[in-house]
DNA sequence: CGCAAGATTGGC
DNA sequence: CCAATCTTGCGT
């Protein structure tokens, strides 16, 4: 096992202190041919338990959420308009359904465009970042500054909740 | 059981 | 502006 990639107690902590600390992180994705691709994180956003309106989580724990109430350090995947793979890590502890979202790595900008190149499906839910042979994280580059801003597409969670500045980008 | 909307993207 | 494409959650 590599002694780059991170473990839990990284995942383990407030998604708010995670999504901003995973810019610059390494995301490395070994393909079914055995190519092994890395890539620079430069999006992320934040979804941060039951009472955030625009985090699934907010429906409660469903088959599609379940994950979310696991320990930090899993993936979380789920299929938007029917055609577009989102990837998420599961944060906090259990019991404490928060997830970030990769929104950009270098060279692929939009979270569609993240799962098309990581060619991501259902198996993907669920899966270990710690135990993984096909996908995880690594520590990467520090990024020379990050800012935040509104995220995106999430107006239907009301005003409260679309405002908070829980995007983060590399600047 | 039907249906509207979605943490999006790309084309007209 | 709107179609693609299908899962999910909610209303009936």
Same mark, same amino acid.
């Given at each position: ?47 941060? +338990? ?9 429906? +409660? ?20 308009? +029917?055609?577009? %793979? ?71 969670? +009301?005003?409260? %909740? ?10």
């Amino acid at each position: 096992m590599d002694k780059t990639r991170l473990g839990n107690s990284f995942f383990l902590r407030d998604v708010l202190d995670v999504a901003p600390a995973l810019i610059g992180k390494t995301l490395v994705r070994r393909f079914n041919t055995g190519e092994i691709r890395s890539y620079i994180i430069t999006e992320t956003e934040a979804y941060r +338990g039951e009472e955030d309106k625009a985090c699934h989580a907010s429906k +409660g724990l469903t088959p599609r959420t379940a994950v979310m109430y696991q320990p930090g350090g899993v993936i979380y995947v789920y299929l938007i308009y +029917g055609m577009y %793979w989102m990837l998420n890590f599961v944060t906090s502890e259990k019991g404490n359904p928060s997830a970030v979202l990769i929104r950009g790595i270098e060279g692929f900008n939009g979270p569609g465009r993240v799962g098309r190149e990581l060619q991501l499906d259902l198996s993907f839910y669920g899966e270990e970042l710690l135990q993984s042979e096909r996908l995880w994280v690594e520590k990467g580059i520090t990024p020379v500054g990050i800012v935040c801003s509104e995220r995106i597409g999430v107006d239907y969670a +009301g005003k409260k %909740w679309a405002e908070k500045k829980w995007r983060f980008l590399q600047k």
